[in-house]
């Protein structure tokens, strides 16, 4: 359980296992570096992680067994809560930027003039919202909603984010 990625100032990333979807994604909205997917399964996990400098996040005991396995954290509850906490503890999550990281393809999201916005999104976002920020990986399109503030409602509730301060875009 060496946790050693993220041990300067850089946000820690992370290889996450297909067992662990939810974590993979609140990890994102915490606006981490967080590889997941279907194409990521036990070799191609470890691989990654092992190249790309990652902590590789799993539940599989299997993997366990592996010699010369990258730095790792097992995760030991079925909870996200509980899986979050346990990170925490293990490496720092405070050094990213929150609601930056598309959470669908986990590229970083880039700030884009209003007008880009113009008819992608809804009549209601269009006439209410003023910020946009863009995901050049998947195109989608985010602005601040009621989504962000339960999301930053619940990582304050675990201890892992303030409730206000550098949560906008």
């Given at each position: 359980m060496a946790a050693t990625p993220g041990t300067d100032t850089a946000p820690p990333?992370?290889?996450?296992d297909a067992m662990l979807g939810r974590l993979a994604r609140w990890l994102r909205v915490l606006g981490h570096d967080a590889a997941y997917g279907p194409h990521l399964r036990r070799r191609a996990l470890v691989e990654c992680a092992r190249r790309e400098g990652r902590l590789l996040l799993t539940r599989d005991t299997r993997l366990?067994?592996?010699r010369n396995l990258p730095p790792h954290v097992f995760v030991t509850s079925d909870h996200f809560r509980e899986q979050l906490r346990?990170?925490?503890?293990?490496v720092p999550l405070d050094r990213a930027t929150p609601l930056r990281r598309c959470l669908e393809c986990n590229r970083?999201?880039?700030a884009v003039p209003r007008e880009r916005a113009a008819g992608r999104v809804p009549d209601y976002v269009w006439e209410t919202q003023s910020s946009f920020l863009h995901c050049a990986g998947c195109d989608r399109l985010y602005w601040p909603a009621t989504h962000?503030?339960?999301m930053r409602e619940e990582l304050a509730n675990l201890g892992l984010a303030p409730a206000g301060a550098g949560w906008t875009h």
């Open positions: 990333a992370f290889a996450v366990l067994r592996e346990q990170v925490a503890a293990s970083p999201l880039e962000g503030v339960h």
